[in-house]
């Protein structure tokens, strides 16, 4: 089966540092997203993972272990604006090019 | 100059009623794709096409049909609305092979 976990809420403080975690089981890997939410709106694209390791972008950094399914989002010098849900969305081993979203992690950002 | 455009935004409509929704990109992508939304906010695929071919279809009742009339072009008819159909649908494209979506502004259908 295919299984994608990212925890429901995070609350964290503005100018703070928050790690937002997502396991997986795929049939098949080719890549890991990270999109931003925000309520009423589309999806966008913050960050792409393929290969292990940290990507680095601005404030916003994606991490990778494909031998562990495990990916994690992180946020430096957190602002109210970031106040979104974060959503992981892995692409499987099909030519299709589908990417098969988590559940999504609603995060708060307090003053 | 939206990359990815859909129509309508919001669509309010009766139980057993038909209703489509369209969805445009000028990006120059080859693959398309229909994503409902549920209140839980989880986003789970339904359609895909590449280049006016369908190439994903999944569990979806026949009540939904999707027609691609060329590759910058998806549209999604729904027959016979139900309650349970009630949620935001998100067109999206991709280039072939690879690479992430763009997302449409999305379509919050509610069935009265």
């Known amino acids: 089966g295919q299984n994608i976990d990212q925890p429901t809420e995070m609350t964290a403080t503005e100018g703070a540092i928050v790690q937002i975690n997502c396991t997986y089981q795929t049939s098949g890997f080719n890549g890991l997203f990270w999109y931003q939410q925000h309520a009423g709106e589309a999806p966008t694209f913050l960050s792409y993972n393929v290969l292990d390791g940290l990507e680095e972008k601005g404030r916003f950094s994606s991490f990778l272990s494909r031998s562990k399914g495990y990916s994690y989002l992180l946020l430096k010098e957190l602002q109210m604006k970031d106040s979104a849900s974060y959503l992981c969305a892995v692409r499987g081993g099909s030519a299709t090019n589908k990417l098969i979203f988590g559940t999504g992690t609603l995060l708060a950002v307090q003053p | 100059d939206t990359a990815v455009s859909q129509t309508p935004k919001y669509l309010v409509t009766q139980m057993g009623n038909d209703k489509s929704i369209k969805c445009e990109q000028n990006?120059?992508?080859?693959?398309m794709y229909w994503y409902k939304q549920d209140s839980k906010k989880f986003l789970k695929i339904m359609f895909s096409y590449n280049n006016k071919e369908l190439i994903i279809n999944e569990t979806v009742p026949n009540r939904f049909s999707p027609k691609s009339p060329d590759k910058a072009h998806l549209n999604l008819h729904i027959n016979s609305l139900e309650l349970g159909d009630s949620a935001v649908y998100f067109c999206?494209?991709?280039?072939?092979?690879?690479?992430?979506?763009?997302f449409g502004s999305g379509t919050r259908l509610t069935v009265v």
């Open positions: 999206a494209s991709s280039q072939a092979g690879g690479g992430g979506y763009t």
């Open positions: 990006l120059g992508h080859d693959t």
